[in-house]
């Protein structure tokens, strides 16, 4: 499989989710339930992604002392985690809806900032993960490195700014 023919897929790949989730969040009808799990469901997406940045961080220094399988395991839990964050996102969509930014002041446009810029590394993170994954999988390993360069500190940033973006709705609430 060629470089652009694995982008190709992974961006259709990732616009469809990009949609869905523009339809999930905005436009699809909120259940409303009021449940204590429901409320627990950011904090749990904020632990979810520290341990994916974790795992992220240790793949990537595993993979600099050629430590292969130790970098394989870390990169395949990362993208576990970042795939139990989706999940626990969608849930919490579904039943609580969007959370809108209460604060006021300088911590407003810092906020915006963040929560942009993630959501928009976010979209670009998603088809550069899921082509470096697929070159590891098919043992096509110098273009994998080569993506691997681009995709790692853009998936990391996301995942630090989505804790920075649980941690500035605590702080305001």
Not at 60 to 79: D, E, G, T
Not at 127 to 156: C, D, M, N, Q, V
């Amino acid at each position: 499989m060629k470089l652009k023919s694995v982008l190709s897929i992974a961006s259709i790949i990732s616009t469809i989710i990009f949609i869905f989730l523009v339809w999930y969040i905005y436009f699809k009808p909120v259940a409303l339930i009021d449940h204590p799990f429901i409320n627990t469901i950011p904090l749990i997406n904020c632990i979810l992604n520290g341990i994916s940045a974790v795992c992220l961080c240790c793949g990537i220094w595993f993979i600099s002392k050629k430590q292969i399988l130790k970098h394989k395991v870390m990169m395949a839990l990362s993208l576990l985690f970042s795939a139990l964050f989706l999940i626990a996102y969608l849930i919490y969509h579904h039943f609580h809806g969007n959370t809108p930014f209460i604060g006021v002041g300088i911590i407003r446009p810092i906020y915006f900032f963040i929560l942009i810029s993630h959501i928009a590394l976010t979209l670009v993170a998603l088809p550069l993960i899921l082509s470096t994954f697929t070159f590891a999988l098919i043992s096509k390993y110098e273009p994998h490195k080569k993506l691997g360069r681009i995709t790692f500190p853009i998936w990391l940033y996301v995942s630090v700014t989505g804790i920075l973006v649980y941690v500035f709705q605590k702080l305001v609430a």
